[in-house]
């Protein structure tokens, strides 16, 4: 019955895609162009990676938010607000986090480099050719040691 209704009212119903949340983390980020572009850049190059496939959509987000925040910044960045609004800690994020970091490193040498590509022209600012947030993987290295 539910079918009927929804189909008579011509609602399309999908699962959410990280990109819906996207929207809503990084306003709640007060973000400006780099970083909306960063973080879409990153989201992108995890669609393609099988071991992204395992976390939800809405922390997905939340990561590419953070990352590309470190990335742009030089700093690790996770405010009570962006923390509120995802109901992610930044200590969560981390784990994933290295691996969108390994990802933005390999991204123009790889078998896929689409994303990459359409991430290095004027149209997307250039997101590609931003340095990849180093620090994150070291301060694993370094807290292992």
Request: proline share 3%; net charge positive.
């Amino acid at each position: 019955m539910e079918k009927l209704m929804l189909n008579t009212l011509e609602f399309n119903m999908s699962v959410p895609t990280p990109y819906v949340f996207l929207k809503r983390y990084l306003k709640a980020a007060q973000s400006d162009t780099k970083l909306d572009q960063m973080s879409s850049f990153l989201i992108e190059l995890c669609l393609v990676e099988y071991e992204m496939i395992k976390f939800a959509p809405s922390f997905l987000a939340a990561v590419a938010v953070y990352t590309a925040q470190c990335t742009l910044y030089g700093f690790k960045q996770w405010s009570k607000t962006c923390e509120w609004h995802t109901n992610y800690s930044e200590h969560q994020l981390l784990e994933c986090s290295r691996m969108i970091v390994g990802y933005h490193e390999k991204a123009g040498t790889g078998r896929l480099t689409g994303v990459y590509r359409k991430y290095n022209t004027s149209k997307f600012g250039y997101a590609a050719k931003c340095e990849p947030a180093k620090f994150i993987i070291v301060d694993e290295a370094q807290a292992q040691q």
